[in-house]
């Protein structure tokens, strides 16, 4: 299995960006697909997740209403997008995927055994 995730760029506060992330080897559909950031020196933080199969997602408290999950199975495509950006938003942001992981460890980054390169976004003030 293959993550590509791409869409990070340099977005001002309370803009939007919509990251993708396109996987190969595994339909989208089959696997549950997260989301983590990560900042220099800190841990990787959950930020969502798209549950296998159907549309249910779960998200981090601190993007709870300006982020959704939507998924292109045709283009095998998960992706994240992300309204009222704000600074504390800037990191890595990386997609992550298992076919395993049980809804009670979603939020936990060792759940996940595939994970793609990782897309900068950075949110001026």
């Known amino acids: 299995v293959q993550l590509q995730a791409s869409g990070g760029g340099l977005v001002q506060a309370g803009g939007s960006l919509r990251l993708s992330c396109a996987a190969s080897g595994r339909s989208s559909r089959t696997s549950t697909t997260g989301w983590f950031r990560q900042v220099p020196g800190k841990e990787r933080e959950f930020v969502a997740v798209?549950?296998?199969?159907?549309?249910?997602?779960y998200f981090a408290d601190s993007v709870k209403g300006r982020f959704t999950l939507s998924r292109d199975s045709a283009k095998n495509t998960v992706y994240l997008q992300m309204n009222s950006l704000k600074p504390e938003d800037t990191a890595v942001y990386y997609c992550?995927?298992?076919?395993?992981?049980?809804?009670?460890?979603?939020?936990?980054?060792?759940?996940?055994?595939?994970w793609g390169q990782g897309t900068l976004v950075t949110v001026s003030s």
């Open positions: 992550a995927n298992s076919e395993q992981v049980i809804s009670s460890t979603v939020t936990r980054a060792s759940s996940y055994g595939y």
């Open positions: 798209l549950f296998r199969s159907g549309s249910a997602t």
